[in-house]
Nanobody, 123 residues
C-alpha cells in the first residue's frame, strides 16, 4: 500500500514562492502518475498539476506559467514549485498517486492521497 506525505506549505505574501514536496513509500514510485490537487474552503477539490511516469505534464489554466510539477524517481518524491503566488491559490494542497496517467490527467482523484498541506497567500 502506497503512503504519501506532503510538506512545504505555509504562509507567504502575494508574489512569493513555495515548493511543496510529496514523499512516497510502500510501492514502486516510478510507475505512478502523480498529481497535486487543492481544495479551498467551500470549493471542490481540483487538479492543479499532474506528471506521468515518463514526465508528461498537465496544468490547470490558472497556474500555467507560475507552477511547475517535477519528480525525482531516485528520491521517490514529487514536487510542486509555486511562483508568483496569488491569494486565490490559498488552499489545502494534496498529493495523489494513480497507476493511470489518463485518470490522473483527467483529475479523477482515484488513487492514494496524502494528508494535505496548507498554503495561505496573503494580499
Amino acid at each position: 500500500q502506497v503512503q504519501l506525505v506532503e510538506s512545504g506549505g505555509g504562509l507567504v505574501q502575494a508574489g512569493g514562492s513555495l515548493r511543496l514536496s510529496c514523499a512516497v513509500s510502500g510501492s514502486t514510485f516510478s510507475i505512478y502518475a502523480m498529481g497535486w490537487y487543492r481544495q479551498a474552503p467551500g470549493k471542490q477539490r481540483e487538479l492543479v498539476a499532474a506528471i506521468s511516469s515518463i514526465g508528461l505534464t498537465k496544468y490547470v489554466d490558472s497556474v500555467k506559467g507560475r507552477f511547475t510539477i517535477s519528480r525525482d524517481n531516485a528520491k521517490n518524491t514529487v514536487y510542486l514549485q509555486m511562483n508568483s503566488l496569488k491569494p486565490e491559490d490559498t488552499a489545502v494542497y494534496y498529493c495523489n498517486a494513480d497507476s493511470s496517467w489518463l485518470r490522473q490527467a483527467a483529475g479523477a482523484g482515484f488513487g492514494s492521497w496524502g494528508q494535505g498541506t496548507q498554503v495561505t497567500v496573503s494580499s
